[in-house]
């Protein structure tokens, strides 16, 4: 199975969103910490967006750690096995991409066998 870099230049706008997404969530949550606490706005928004990038890369290691249990999956789909085998995944997205490889799989053997 070739090997696909987690990075891609193609993905440059995604990244974009995902930053500024950080930064809206960071500046809306320090907002609400500086009301709520009175604590400085800088200090709240230096602290959310901390908080915030460690949230996201819970999500983005625990993608990681899926995407190698999909990749098992994927190399038994392309050695012509119909299950992938693949054990559960907690997340939505890694979910249907499981799901659209067994279909891919299907949809591919249903054609052969034409």
Do not use: H
Request: hydrophobic residues 50%; contains cysteine.
């Amino acid at each position: 199975m070739k090997y696909y870099p987690l990075f891609r230049k193609e993905n440059t706008i995604a990244y974009i969103t995902i930053m500024f997404v950080w930064t809206i969530i960071s500046i809306i949550s320090s907002y609400i910490i500086n009301r709520m606490f009175l604590l400085p706005f800088l200090s709240a928004l230096i602290w959310c967006a901390i908080m915030v990038l460690l949230g996201m890369s819970i999500m983005f290691i625990a993608s990681l750690i899926n995407l190698l249990k999909l990749r098992k999956g994927f190399k038994r789909l392309e050695q012509g096995y119909d299950d992938p085998d693949i054990p559960p995944v907690w997340c939505p997205v890694l979910t249907a991409a499981t799901n659209a490889a067994i279909e891919l799989k299907n949809n591919l053997t249903k054609r052969n066998s034409k």
